[in-house]
Every structure is written in C-alpha cells, then in structure tokens.
C-alpha cells in the first residue's frame, strides 16, 4: 500500500526531504516528460542533490527535464510517500512556463508532451495523480485555472 500525506510549504521533517517534484504549465497545457529508459510519463522532478535546497533543485530539474527557460516557480506543499513502511519526503512545486526551449542533451529525458490532462500511462499511478491533484487544488484556491 503507498499512503501519500500534504504539508504545509515550510513543514520541514524530521527526515531529510529528497525531491522536488514540479508540475508544470505552458500556454494552458502541461508539461510531461518520458525519461529515455522508460515508456510512461511522469511530472517532471528529481532527487535534491547535497548542499542543493528544494527550491535550488527545483529549478534545476524543470529545466533540465523540459527545456523551461523562463517560468514562475511556486511551492506548493511538502509531501511525504510511505511504501512497506519506508516514508520520504519531497517538496511538490506548480511552474508557470512563459519560454520552453529544448530538453538539454545532458538531460536523461527522450521527450516531452504538452497535454490538457493528466496521461493514462504513467511511471507512478499511485503518487502522481495525487500530486497532481494536489496542484490542481492550490490553482483553483488561488483563482489561477
């Protein structure tokens, strides 16, 4: 069973946060990505490095993993994931994407997809539509879908 949990912004864990996980929007659709070992399709995001914070390698993921050159980075919630009673913890960010250039080629991303919605296939069908729904909740109570 994986039991996903919402935080306040600035909660910080006891246990170190290692993600930052950004879902991002351009010109009214979001952006996806497919990591080039995979077939599905994920939220862009990825592992907080050392000496990094969360918003450090939020920035860093989003551009490395769609090709955003310039964006509005907001965080949205802290969030902890518990799977066989293993818990992490990881900062859910929303980007509002005003230029996206392409991917960098040192990026481990094959491709990027521009949809309306949340994609069937998806690398974390447990996690993500959570997050994703947790998005989806911070832009309707700030009045910004």
Not at 1 to 11: A, C, K, S
Not at 69 to 91: M, N, P
Request: net charge negative; charged share 25%.
């Amino acid at each position: 069973m994986t039991i996903v949990r919402f935080y306040d912004p600035d909660f910080v864990p006891a246990g170190r946060l290692t993600y930052s996980v950004i879902s991002a929007r351009f010109i009214g659709n979001w952006i996806f990505v497919r990591h080039c070992d995979r077939s599905t399709w994920e939220i862009a995001g990825g592992h907080i490095e050392n000496g990094e914070s969360p918003d450090e390698a939020a920035f860093r993921e989003l551009k490395e993993e769609t090709g955003a050159r310039e964006f509005d980075l907001e965080c949205v919630a802290t969030y902890s994931v518990e799977q066989d009673g293993i818990k992490g913890f990881g900062r859910l960010f929303f980007a509002e994407v005003k230029l996206l250039g392409e991917v960098p080629d040192v990026s481990e991303i094959a491709e990027i997809m521009l949809s309306g919605q949340l994609p069937q296939n998806l690398t974390y069908p447990y996690i993500q539509p959570l997050l994703f729904g947790k998005i989806i909740d911070y832009l309707e109570g700030k009045g910004k879908l």
